[in-house]
């Protein structure tokens, strides 16, 4: 197998295939990386067909046979010139602490927006609607009731809007009509 054929894969095709290694299936390495399952399929489907492999499982194997041998190779070039600083052998600068977000058992966030690692007061606005990646909807008996009477007001909105539309687009037709004639 080329190296040019692993550099075609991109970090999320490595993740994936990682996940596939550690025997992990789509839904799992989904959860873990905050995508759907279908698109994780897709990423390890355009994996398989990147590096001419047979299934997944041969994918995963050969993309960690690949990383064996890459980090070997360096090893051995630190070993080599042991007094040359290479990218990741002085570790000269530690890695920056990131602040962790603070969420919900559901993966959504908490307290609104995170600036500065602080979450601001500001409160969240609960859709009516799961999002994305959420296990569940987590809207209170109360939030739930005041969406009824909001989606009500908004349905009667867009329905006046198209009323008045309709009869402008009449009154128009007519005028134009009339002058035809």
């Given at each position: 197998m080329t190296p040019e054929r692993f550099n075609l894969l991109t970090r999320r095709?490595?993740?994936c295939l990682r996940g596939v290694r550690e025997l992990k299936g789509s839904k799992e390495i989904a959860a873990e990386l905050g995508l759907g399952k279908s698109t994780v399929d897709g990423y390890?489907?355009?994996a398989v067909r990147l590096l001419g492999a047979r299934n997944r499982r041969d994918a995963a194997l050969m993309l960690a046979e690949h990383e064996a041998s890459v980090d070997q190779a360096i090893e051995n070039e630190q070993n080599?010139?042991?007094d040359k600083i290479?990218?990741?052998?002085?570790?000269?600068?530690a890695p920056p602490e990131v602040m962790p977000i603070p969420s919900a058992p559901d993966g959504s966030?908490?307290?609104g927006v995170v600036s500065a690692?602080?979450?601001s007061a500001l409160p969240r606005l609960n859709l009516p609607i799961r999002r994305r990646g959420q296990h569940r909807n987590d809207m209170g008996l109360v939030e739930r009731l005041l969406w009824i009477p909001t989606i009500a007001v908004g349905l009667a909105i867009g329905f006046g809007m198209l009323a008045t539309g309709l009869d402008?687009?009449?009154r128009v037709i007519d005028a134009v009509a009339s002058h035809a004639r």
């Open positions: 095709h490595r993740e390890l489907t355009e080599t010139y042991p290479m990218p990741d052998s002085a570790r000269l600068v966030t908490v307290g690692g602080h979450a402008v687009m009449t």
